[in-house]
Nanobody
Framework: QVQLVESGGGLVQAGGSLRLSCAAS??????MGWFRQAPGKERTFVGS????????SYADSVKGRFTISRDNARSTVSLQMNSLEPDDTAVYYC??????????????????WGQGTQVTVSS
């Protein structure tokens, strides 16, 4: 089993920044992903990182504004979000995939999910 707990969400003005964290415990995951879901919309890929090599991948909509990092010693993955826009408003979820392979962008390839944290960007 893997437990994932997100933190760091909140309300911010457009152009501002937030940092989300995901604390992982239990079995070691190969890849951690961040996804988001706006009201009435599907859950979509934001970015991902592998624990061992730190290989990252980002959605085009956040590339250059968001950065994912990991702290292996603390088993924590962070999502630094800069230049936030109202369209970034969503519940953000942390996800973990146990095995190698799969697609970083496919939510179906992740085995475990956190409870989500709300991010609201006001205009």
């Amino acid at each position: 089993q893997v437990q994932l707990v997100e933190s760091g969400g909140g309300l911010v003005q457009a152009g501002g920044s937030l940092r989300l964290s995901c604390a992982a415990s239990g079995r070691a995951c190969y890849r951690m992903g961040w996804f988001r879901q706006a009201p009435g919309k599907e859950r979509t890929f934001v970015g991902s990182i592998t624990w061992t090599y730190g290989t990252t991948s980002y959605a085009d909509s956040v590339k250059g504004r968001f950065t994912i990092s990991r702290d292996n010693a603390r088993s924590t993955v962070s999502l630094q979000m800069n230049s936030l826009e109202p369209d970034d408003t969503a519940v953000y979820y942390c996800a973990g995939r146990l095995g190698m392979g799969g697609s970083p962008r496919d939510k179906g390839d992740y085995n475990y999910w956190g409870q989500g944290t709300q991010v609201t960007v006001s205009s």
